[in-house]
Antibody
Framework: EVQLVESGGGLVQPGGSLRLSCAAS????????MTWVRQAPGKGLEWVAN????????DYADSVQGRFTISRDNAKNSLFLQMHSLRAEDTAVYYC????????????WGQGTQVIVSS | EIVMTQSPATLSVSPGERATLSCRAS??????VAWYQQRPGQAPRLLIY???SRATDIPARFSGSGSGTEFTLTISSLQSEDFAMYYC??????????FGQGTKVEIK
């Protein structure tokens, strides 16, 4: 069974940093592109960043470019999101998701981890 | 960036009835559209990809149609577990991947 389990969320002050992790199991992690999607309270879904299966390519939403870094450790079946200079508008549930093998949509999702940016 | 617009924002339907959800793209996205279901407090779940293909373990009462800029998700006979939020997403031109703002399907 495919499982994605996020961790690392919490309460952080504006300007602070946080590192999210996503532990993958049940599939060959190093064959898949992975992505982070977030959802602000009461709002819709927003794509944040993605990374190629070997880590050689990454893309970011304009709203996080230069502040967030996506990375992965294929040996440990893990995905990460390093977040710096956090703002109130970064408050959201952050989901890691697997990209479909043949289509660039997201076929498996974790349960999410909550990030709250507040003083 | 491609803007996805969903309508209506809220759809009130009785159990057993049909629900029809719409999604419009700001430019042609071919058939590169996915639909997701999100129940309260849960993560999104992929329902439909490539505009018309059901994802694994998705019941046959869910169907997708459309191409270009107009897309539809149909739920043929609503079950209690189908009352949820639904999002469309384009993956024709990225980044960014973009989602619609969602349609809430509620019990009438």
């Amino acid at each position: 069974e495919v499982q994605l389990v996020e961790s690392g969320g919490g309460l952080v002050q504006p300007g602070g940093s946080l590192r999210l992790s996503c532990a993958a199991s049940g599939f060959n992690f190093n064959n898949y592109w992975m992505t982070w999607v977030r959802q602000a309270p009461g709002k819709g879904l927003e794509w944040v960043a993605n990374i190629k299966h070997d880590g050689s390519e990454t893309d970011y939403a304009d709203s996080v470019q230069g502040r967030f870094t996506i990375s992965r450790d294929n040996a440990k079946n893990s995905l990460f999101l390093q977040m710096h200079s956090l703002r109130a508008e970064d408050t959201a549930v952050y989901y890691c998701a697997r990209e479909h093998a043949d289509y660039t949509c997201f076929d498996k999702w974790g349960q999410g981890t909550q990030v709250i940016v507040s003083s | 960036e491609i803007v996805m617009t969903q309508s209506p924002a809220t759809l009130s339907v009785s159990p057993g009835e049909r629900a029809t959800l719409s999604c419009r793209a700001s430019e042609s996205v071919s058939t590169n559209v996915a639909w997701y279901q999100q129940r309260p407090g849960q993560a999104p779940r992929l329902l439909i990809y490539a505009a018309v293909s059901r994802a694994t373990d998705i019941p046959a009462r869910f169907s997708g149609s459309g191409s270009g800029t107009e897309f539809t998700l149909t739920i043929s006979s609503l079950q209690s577990e189908d009352f949820a939020m639904y999002y469309c997403q384009q993956y024709n031109r990225w980044p960014p991947w973009t989602f619609g703002q969602g349609t809430k399907v509620e019990i009438k």
